[in-house]
């Protein structure tokens, strides 16, 4: 079965500071991964996937995150925090080839921005 | 392009109610989803359908009852509502099984 794990529910950055927020995985198939940004009364945007093509991938707003296969993580980073950031991310996995293709998620990490 | 709406935005039932949380997407997806969020612990698949005609338990099923009605529609009926279901659920659908998923508003339900 899939499952994911998001390191830290609170993330406490300062403006321009580097933003990293941490996701593990677990899966027995080749994964899909996904990270979902969630402002304040409002669904969930996507803001990148890996689907098995390159493993570092950009996403909107400047965030990346690359592929790790050997550690089973899939790291969200942004070199400059920006106020316009704080929200809660959501790492998720998928497999098409195993289980329908259910999508879970990761129990999601707050981040904050400080001036 | 609404993408996918939920109806209602908002809902306070009391304890033994029943109700049907509407979703439809115009993206010609195949595969739709509902989640339900509470603090603390993300999104939780409740029951999911990977195609038309089909539907499959998640991760919280217990309580809840879906209909893939037809491609575009996917309803979540709570027969006997609880103070447990208090929370927001959240429609989603996807092209395919496993593709990014896009979601609606979300509805916060309250049962007293």
């Known amino acids: 079965a899939q499952s994911v794990t998001q390191l830290g529910s609170h993330v406490s950055v300062s403006e321009g500071a580097l933003v990293l927020l941490r996701c593990n995985y677990s899966?027995?198939?080749?994964?899909?991964l996904f990270w979902y940004v969630q402002y304040p009364n409002q669904g969930l945007q996507l803001l990148l996937k890996?689907?098995?093509?390159?493993?570092l991938v950009k996403g909107i707003n400047g965030f990346e995150a690359e592929f790790k296969k050997s550690e089973t993580s899939f790291h969200l980073t942004k070199p400059s925090a920006h106020m316009s950031d704080a929200a809660e991310y959501f790492c998720?996995?998928?497999?098409?080839?195993?289980?329908?293709?259910?999508?879970?998620f990761g129990q999601g990490t707050e981040l904050s921005v400080k001036p | 392009n609404a993408g996918v709406t939920q109806t209602p935005k908002f809902q306070v039932l009391k304890t033994g109610q029943s109700m049907t949380l509407q979703c439809a997407q115009d993206?010609?997806?195949?595969?739709m989803y509902w989640y339900r969020q509470d603090p603390g612990m993300g999104l939780r698949l409740i029951y999911y359908s990977a195609s038309e005609g089909t539907t499959d338990k998640g991760e919280v099923p217990n309580g809840y009852n879906v209909s893939r009605l037809n491609k575009r529609e996917f309803s979540l009926r709570l027969e006997s509502a609880a103070p447990s279901q208090t929370s927001v659920y959240f429609c989603?659908?996807?092209?395919?099984?496993?593709?990014?998923?896009?979601f609606g508003q979300g509805t916060r339900l309250t049962v007293v």
């Open positions: 993206m010609n997806h195949n595969s």
């Open positions: 998720a996995v998928s497999a098409i080839y195993n289980q329908g293709g259910k999508l879970i």
């Open positions: 890996y689907t098995s093509a390159a493993t």
């Open positions: 989603a659908s996807s092209y395919d099984r496993g593709t990014e998923a896009f």
């Open positions: 899966s027995s198939v080749p994964p899909y």
